[in-house]
């Protein structure tokens, strides 16, 4: 695939931060996301398997999903770039938390909203866990998100 005909880079996809954790572990890692049901309130991630993020998934059955704001791209790529199995990557980028009522210590402060889900359900495809979960907490933090397209990170403007 060229980047002439790389329809992967053409579809935008809002920025989450997947936030986990099990027993004496927790990880955060950047990832896209979107919505399937409107009614059920469900959206799906898509996890490379093996990563610490879905192993921690897995053993939990819930995850955080927050939408990263539009001036956190640095944040982005800090958190998409290494494992947190080697290194706590909340130490390593001394990331301060929403209260522990909103978000179980998990949440960046700063994030656009976020989502508290339960895995429904879970399947592994070519290297990736594609993950549905249902939203049974939220919060808007009314800051603009950030979007993934053409291999880079975007803020919206309103249309005209
Ligand atoms: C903008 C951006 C989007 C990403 N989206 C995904 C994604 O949807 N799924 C995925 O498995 N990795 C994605 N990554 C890569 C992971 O964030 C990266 O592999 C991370 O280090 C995994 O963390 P962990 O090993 O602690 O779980 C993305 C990275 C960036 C910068």
Redesign the pocket.
């Known amino acids: 695939m060229t980047p002439a005909n790389n329809v992967f880079q053409w579809l935008p ?1 809002p ?1 989450v931060f ?1 936030c ?1 954790a099990h027993e004496n572990q927790r ?7 979107m919505f399937v049901s409107e009614t059920e309130p469900l959206i799906t ?4 398997t093996g ?4 192993q ?1 998934i897995s053993a939990s059955g819930r995850f955080y999903a927050a939408i990263a704001a539009g001036d956190q791209k640095k944040l ?2 800090q ?7 080697k290194e706590d ?1 909340y130490t390593r980028f001394s990331i301060n938390t929403l209260p522990a009522e909103t978000g179980d210590n998990l949440i960046p402060e700063g994030v656009s909203a976020w989502m508290k889900c339960t895995v429904k359900q879970s399947e592994a495809i070519k290297g ?1 866990r594609v993950v549905t979960g249902r939203v049974v907490q939220s919060g808007d933090l009314d800051r603009p998100p950030l979007i ?1 397209h053409r291999d880079a ?1 975007w803020q919206l403007l309103p249309a005209k």
Do not use: Q
């Not at 990563?51 to 879905?54: S, V």
């Open positions: 996809c920025v997947i986990t990880d955060i890692m950047t990832a896209t996301a991630v898509s996890v490379a990563h610490l993020t879905d921690l982005a790529f958190l998409g770039s290494g494992s947190g199995a990557k990736y993934w990170l």
